[in-house]
Each structure stands twice: as C-alpha cells, then as structure tokens.
C-alpha cells in the first residue's frame, strides 16, 4: 500500500514538474536572402514602409569605407539595393532608427543615422534623411552626436527623436525633420560611473521612454516632451532597449550582454510606470555562452538579434516568458532585425540580409487559464510536498497536520 502511496506523491510531483528547458514552437521560413556583392559586413537594420536600410562596412575594416545600403522590400521575395548613402570618411553607424511622419512640416519615411568615428570615441552627429523615395535618398538635417537614436510619432502630430549619450538624453522635435528643435535635456545625476552602452527606446507613441545609461535603467514621462519627468535608476546592466504594453502594464526589455559589468548574458525585463523608478522583474536567460544584441518590439513580443544563437521571438504575454520562434543559419552571427507588415528582416554579419515569415502574434495578451497553466510549474515542488505529507496520513486514517478531529458524540447528547 505504501508503495503505491509513493508512486502516487512522485506522479503529482513529475504532472506538474520544475521549469522545463527551452522550447520553440516555430522556426521562421526564409522567404529570400540577400547579399551585396562585392561582400561586406552586416550591421544595424532599419525597416519603414517597404524600405530596409542596413548598415555595411568594408571587409578590410570600418575604417576602410562603410555606408548604409537601401533596399526595396516591395517584394520580399526578390529584396534589391535601389540605393546607398555614403558615410563621411572615419566614420561608421552606430545606431539606426526610421519611421513615418505625417506631420504640418513633413509627409513621408525619414531615416536616421546615428555617425561614430570607425576608431572609437564619442559619436559624432545624427543625420535625417528623406527617403520616401527610396531611390533617391535626400538629406534633411544634422545634430549633435548619440550613440542611439529612437524616433516616434506622437498622436498630437508631433515627432520626437530620443538621442542617448553617456552624459544623459536630448529630445528633439522633428515636426519639420528640415529644421529639428531641441526641446528637453535630462542630464544622468552623479555619479554617473556605472559602464555599458548608452540606448534609449520610445514607446510607440512618444510619451515614455526607457534609457540604460552609466550602469542604470531609468522611465522617462514624454506627455510634455519640455519637461520630461525621469525616475530611476534600476541599477544593474544596460543595453539595447525595446518597450512593450502588456494589457495591464508595460516593461523595458533590455540585451545584457555580460561584458559590462561581467555576468551572464540574457534579457533583463523592468515594469514600467511613469514618474516612478523601474522595477526589475525576472530576468530571462538561456543556456550558452551567446549574447543578445539589438531588437524591436510589437505588441508582447520581442524580436532580439541574439548572434551566434540567431534570432529569438520571445513572448512576454504569459507570467514566463517563453521562446515562440527562432532563426538560426549555419554559421549565425545575427546582428540586427526589423519587422515588415507579414515579414521579419534580419541582418547577418558576414551572410546579409535574411527575410522570413513574421510569426502570428494574435496571442497577445494572456488569459487567465494560459497564466495558470504556466504557473503549474512553479506549483511543482508544493503539491509534491502536499502529496508527500497528506496523501499517506489519509490512506493510513489520519487527518492531515492541523486538520479538526471530529469525534462523534455519545448516542443521545449533544455536544455542549
């Protein structure tokens, strides 16, 4: 009898189980490739309309010519170069941002470009291009230097461009992307000694804006861009950024790539909530040694450019986030991604462009039972305890630990 008691308790235990390794329910078709000949290296990615530009350099070094390439994504079964946007000698982009304005200044796609020295140091400049037609690329205005750029159009009508450096966050309202405006500066408070890459990420619609910047996470309230409300830090590792809603809230998604400070690589996810800090939540890690880079949000999910792993699509929906779908080439060095209306482009250091199939992402947000489904497992190790207790106590006659005793009372008397 009680060895089957025992069967019983490990069947409990093993139904409802620890956290599983990994899964991926999809990997993403390839719909076409393309790459530049004579070759080149593969950087950041910007997709607006059906417009991709990504940035290249040349095979002997940054410092031996690099340019964004323009292509028409029309068709994304036949991707072609209609263009290329030269940078100034020494220098290489460090980040790219694009997207559409319909505003009282300007109607079209604008790119931007955010301009480093190929030998490192301080980033130079940020330029906007027109490139409505993307054929002819035309541009429209240049300001001070950002190691990230992050553009989006306000429901008000007005555009805002994010720009990061080490030193803090500079706002500009590109209405007229022909005569850009500062209107906010936010400065990080000393001491601002904490490492790692400047990046700034708006929300889609301009009014929040998360910056991982001198070793801290920081919300940043846009409602009025003059006077942004910054609360922070989340101490801890920064990295490219992206920011999704979550039905009930929204968080910051951030790549560490486990150099600076060293730790392990992995996402670290943040609950957003204007004018209060961000709170760090559980942060989401794989097994191997690979890091993850740049990537881009919609709706609950994450679309991160993961290197030698290729590309992860994680789904942040459910109370553990999980991988829904994957890329991987021979070889993968995946370095940057962009989404289309039904497709997914990534970058590829040494092998191009990749465009694959966009996985659906109507499971949006998380329902009740999908949210308790999930947290069975973690409920693994307490129904193993109760099955391991309860279970044998019952088969043997006994209550369980702190349950009443209910003893009959002695025919014809009530209990007093």
């Not at 109760?386 to 008397?413: D, E, I, K, N």
């Amino acid at each position: 009898m009680r060895a089957r008691l025992w069967t019983v308790a490990a069947v409990l235990f093993l139904s409802t189980g620890a956290a599983s390794e990994e899964v991926v329910e999809a990997n993403l078709k390839v719909v076409s490739r393309f790459a530049a000949d004579p070759p080149a290296v593969y950087g950041d990615l910007t997709v607006v309309a059906t417009t991709a530009v990504v940035a290249t350099e040349e095979p002997a070094g940054p410092c031996a010519g690099a340019s964004a390439a323009v292509l028409s994504v029309k068709d994304a079964r036949k991707p072609r170069v209609v263009a290329s946007i030269p940078f100034p000698a020494g220098s290489v982009a460090a980040d790219l941002d694009s997207t559409t304005i319909e505003s009282e200044g300007f109607t079209g796609d604008m790119l931007a470009i955010a301009l480093a020295p190929c030998t490192g140091g301080p980033a130079t400049s940020v330029v906007y291009y027109d490139v409505t037609d993307p054929s002819e690329p035309r541009m429209l205005s240049r300001t001070a230097g950002a190691t990230s750029v992050s553009l989006a159009p306000r429901p008000d009508r007005r555009v805002l461009a994010a720009r990061a450096t080490a030193a803090g966050v500079e706002v500009d309202d590109l209405s007229d992307p022909s005569a850009p405006t500062g209107v906010a500066t936010w400065s990080v408070p000393p001491p601002a000694a904490g490492c790692g890459a400047a990046t700034v990420a708006l929300y889609d619609d301009g009014e929040l804006a998360a910056a991982a910047i001198a070793g801290g996470v920081y919300t940043l309230g846009l409602t009025e861009p003059s006077r942004p409300t910054v609360a922070g830090p989340a101490e801890g590792a920064g990295g490219h950024v992206g920011v999704l809603p979550l039905g009930n809230r929204t968080i910051a998604v951030v790549a560490e790539d486990g150099s600076c400070p060293p730790g392990e690589p992995g996402l670290r996810v943040l609950t957003l909530e204007p004018g209060q800090p961000p709170v760090d939540a559980i942060p989401l890690r794989y097994a191997g040694t690979e890091s993850p880079g740049r990537l881009v949000a919609s709706g609950a999910y994450a679309y991160v450019a993961w290197h030698g792993a290729g590309l992860r699509v994680v789904d942040f929906a459910e109370v553990r986030a999980k991988t829904v779908a994957q890329f991987v080439p021979a070889n993968a060095d995946v370095v940057g991604v962009a989404l289309l209306g039904e497709h997914v482009v990534v970058s590829d250091a040494y092998q191009g462009l990749f465009v694959l199939e966009r996985p659906d992402e109507g499971g949006g947000r998380a329902t009740f039972w999908s949210q308790f489904l999930t947290l069975l497992q973690y409920l693994g190790g307490a129904m193993f305890l109760a099955a391991l207790f309860v279970v044998p106590r019952l088969a043997m006659g006994r209550s369980p630990v702190g349950a009443r005793s209910r003893v009959p009372s002695p025919a014809g008397r009530r209990p007093a």
